[in-house]
């Protein structure tokens, strides 16, 4: 029998729960300061003492979503509570800034350089690329770093998908399945079925998650050692072979005026060097303040959608499943994906 999904307070959006400090209410248990990291909402700044470190937390009270009174307090509140499971996903993996200084629906900016002035327990990752630029990404090693980078007005993290000690050796390869105009959420939901079979075929574990906006990811714990063009040929040949075999449905035309409509787009080529996702268990910049979140494919079959998962309730949801990807950065259960490019190990 398929697990149950959990329904939490907000997950449907009820206006009298999608505030999160409604939903803390709503869940039973209220966290307490002993167990929990409380951000100060009663002042627009505050110098927070977070496992020793001084984390300088500015503007708390302005309202990042304005329409469902979520403060960039709460955000960091949301961060705070998720983060014993996001953490571990995150570690020694550059970090691409996407800043909204002023709140989901205002302007942003892409940084990838880590500012100056910074805290000295900031850890960087030094990338070469190929114009000769050498960039310090931060890295979000710890709660204090994870605070401090959403209070740059991070909405969504955007970590590498390659570890810093070799940034050409991922390990993992993913999948971002995006609606072409006219396709549906349940367009999307089958071309995701048809990828993990294609991957069970393979022998290869897959793990789905929502992007929390309109379509799903899907991502492959692999053995490191092929290099990162190598997990993009692979990704792109598969790709190409399924929506060969699925017309009708799948696109891997990466030009946006070829692609047909109706259609869901694999789209492979976010698995090129120096490209990235969003996190898992990141909140975007979406009306309804949605959450990348990870389901089972159980879940996905039974009807989940985008806006079952929000800020309001995931953090409900982690506590009560725990981290559905933990497996992610396991060793055991990786696909060896030097089968299929004949890469050796690393």
């Known amino acids: 029998m398929p697990p149950t999904r959990i329904a939490t307070a907000g997950s449907r959006f009820d206006p009298e729960t999608i ?3 409604r939903a803390k209410r709503s869940n039973g248990r209220r966290p307490t300061s002993t167990d929990r990291i409380v951000i100060p909402t009663d002042v627009d700044d505050t ?3 977070v496992t020793g470190r001084s984390v300088r937390l500015t503007n708390l009270r302005k309202l990042f979503w304005p329409e469902l009174g979520i403060s960039k307090a709460d955000l960091l509140q949301y961060y705070a509570d998720v983060a014993p499971a996001l953490l571990p996903h995150l570690a020694n993996r550059a970090m691409v800034m996407k800043r909204y200084p002023d709140g989901a629906a205002g302007a942003y900016f892409f940084m990838k350089r880590a500012p100056e002035p910074r805290p000295d327990w900031i850890e960087t990752c030094s990338i070469a690329h190929r114009s000769g630029s050498v960039i310090a990404f931060p890295l979000v090693q710890d709660l204090p770093s994870l605070l401090w980078l959403v209070n740059l007005g991070c909405i969504d993290l955007n970590p590498w998908y ?3 000690d070799d940034v050409d050796r991922p390990d993992y390869l993913h999948f971002d399945l995006d609606p072409v105009p006219d396709a549906t959420f349940d367009n999307v939901r089958a071309t995701a079925l048809i990828v993990r079979d294609a991957l069970t075929a393979l022998g290869m574990p897959s793990f789905v998650k929502t992007t929390g906006s309109k379509g799903v990811h899907v991502y ?3 053995v490191r050692g092929p290099t990162q063009k190598q997990v993009w040929a692979f990704a ?4 190409f072979m399924l929506a060969q075999r699925n017309p009708t449905l799948v696109t891997a035309e990466y030009r946006i005026a070829k692609r047909p409509r109706n259609h869901v787009l694999i789209d492979y080529n976010q698995n090129a060097w120096g490209r990235t996702l969003v996190s898992l268990y990141s ?3 979406m009306p309804r303040a949605t959450v990348s979140t990870p389901i089972t494919w159980d879940e996905l079959t039974d009807g989940a959608r985008t806006d079952d998962f929000c800020i309001a309730n995931v953090p409900a949801r982690l506590a009560a499943i725990g981290d559905l990807w933990a497996p992610l950065n396991a060793k055991r259960g990786r696909a060896d994906l030097a089968r299929f490019t004949g890469a050796a190990h690393h």
Do not use: D
Request: aromatic share 0%.
């Open 19 to 21: 505030h999160p400090s």
């Open 47 to 49: 110098v927070l003492k």
């Open 162 to 164: 390659a570890r810093c």
């Open 220 to 222: 492959v714990p692999i």
């Open 236 to 239: 792109k040949e598969l790709a």
């Open 283 to 285: 909140p975007r910049p």
